[in-house]
């Protein structure tokens, strides 16, 4: 079993930045691609970036690429997303998720097996 904790969400306004963390803990020996999802009210969960558990693979959706990042930290078993030029659009509770696999290529949430209790981000116009 692995526990995910997000920390970081909060209220900032459009054009701000964010970095939200997600920490491991648990069976964590294991090798674990991460990701970061979102949800926005009456909206399913979508995609937002993966890690492998390396780091050196990325993905990211689309509507998040150029403006996040996504990177980890083994030694610390932490996982971060840094959110630049927010949107009032990518207002959500952000997830995060775990998955033991050492491959690239996972954007559906049924594909992972560990989920955090989410984090809330709140972007203002």
């Known amino acids: 079993q692995v526990q995910l904790v997000e920390s970081g969400g909060g209220l900032v306004q459009a054009g701000g930045s964010l970095r939200l963390s997600c920490a491991a803990s648990g069976r964590t020996t294991n090798r674990y691609a991460m990701g970061w999802f979102r949800q926005a009210p009456g909206k399913e969960r979508e995609f937002v970036a993966h890690i492998t558990w390396s780091g050196a693979g990325t993905d990211y959706a689309d509507s998040v690429k150029g403006r996040f990042t996504i990177s980890r930290e083994n030694g610390k078993n932490t996982v971060y997303l840094l959110m630049n030029y927010l949107k009032p659009e990518d207002t959500a509770v952000y997830y995060c998720?775990?998955?033991?696999?050492?491959?690239?290529?996972?954007?559906?949430?049924?594909?992972?097996?560990?989920w955090g209790q989410g984090t809330q981000v709140t972007i203002s116009s």
């Open positions: 998720a775990a998955k033991p696999t050492t491959r690239l290529g996972y954007q559906r949430p049924g594909q992972y097996d560990y």
